[in-house]
T-cell receptor, first 116, second 115 residues
Framework: EAGVAQSPRYKIIEKRQSVAFWCNPISGHATLYWYQQILGQGPKLLIQ????????DSQLPKDRFSAERLKGVDSTLKIQPAKLEDSAVYLC??????????????FGDGTRLSIL | QKEVEQDPGPLSVPEGAIVSLNCTYSNSAFQYFMWYRQYSRKGPELLMYTYSSGNKEDGRFTAQVDKSSKYISLFIRDSQPSDSATYLC???????????????FGKGTLLTVNP
């Protein structure tokens, strides 16, 4: 079974520039998550999709972050404009959909973003 | 007070030692408890998943949950250098809207097992 694929692995940009990350989940996983992991911290959920609909985006800074999953499979996360505090690893995860129990989340290796 | 507290370490042990990793939490709504292992420059991978108080064993790993004390532990027996990684506890509760489960992570404990 292929895992969660993310690209690029690394990205360096200057503040106020824009950047986009791509994620392809495990085949058949309807639920897709984007997390932000700042150095020395645990992952923090930014947005959760079920198929192509948003389930939870309560912690997404909507003035600068956006995400879409148009066809219910792969997803992109965009930051525009970037701030220094956005330097972090952006992790994508996917899971099967479970109505009664939270399903195990499978993570990609992330995109490491550095803002200069 | 943070919802999930985890000592970031670092923790350094000799090969073969028993390792104890712990988290405390304040939200009584947490019902499901997980431990993830994260190697350097890799994504977290699920190690253990429990939803009741008590112990769950898988090979050299034992997860323990005490809901009355709001305390969870992960024990690693006969630790190996390949166990060197960051260990993240994670807990899940139904969202306030009732539409999804939300995972809350601890900061992670950096473990080094020395040969």
């Amino acid at each position: 079974e292929a895992g969660v694929a993310q690209s690029p692995r690394y990205k360096i940009i200057e503040k106020r520039q824009s950047v986009a990350f791509w994620c392809n989940p495990i085949s058949g996983h309807a639920t897709l998550y984007w997390y932000q992991q700042i150095l020395g911290q645990g992952p923090k959920l930014l947005i959760q999709f079920q198929n192509n609909g948003v389930v939870d985006d309560s912690q997404l800074p909507k003035d600068r972050f956006s995400a879409e999953r148009l066809k219910g499979v792969d997803s992109t996360l965009k930051i525009q404009p970037a701030k220094l505090e956005d330097s972090a690893v952006y992790l994508c995860a996917s899971s099967q959909t479970g109505a009664r129990l939270p399903q195990p989340q499978h993570f990609g290796d992330g995109t490491r973003l550095s803002i200069l | 007070q943070k919802e999930v507290e985890q000592d970031p370490g670092p923790l350094s042990v000799p090969e073969g030692a028993i390792v104890s990793l712990n988290c405390t939490y304040s939200n009584s709504a947490f019902q499901y408890f997980m431990w993830y292992r994260q190697y350097s420059r890799k994504g977290p991978e699920l190690l253990m998943y429990t939803y009741s108080s008590g112990n769950k064993e898988d090979g050299r790993f034992t997860a323990q949950v005490d809901k009355s004390s709001k305390y969870i532990s992960l024990f690693i027996r006969d630790s190996q250098p390949s166990d060197s990684a960051t260990y993240l506890c994670a807990m899940s509760a139904m969202s306030s809207g009732g539409s999804n489960y939300k995972l809350t992570f601890g900061k992670g404990t950096l473990l080094t097992v020395n040969p």
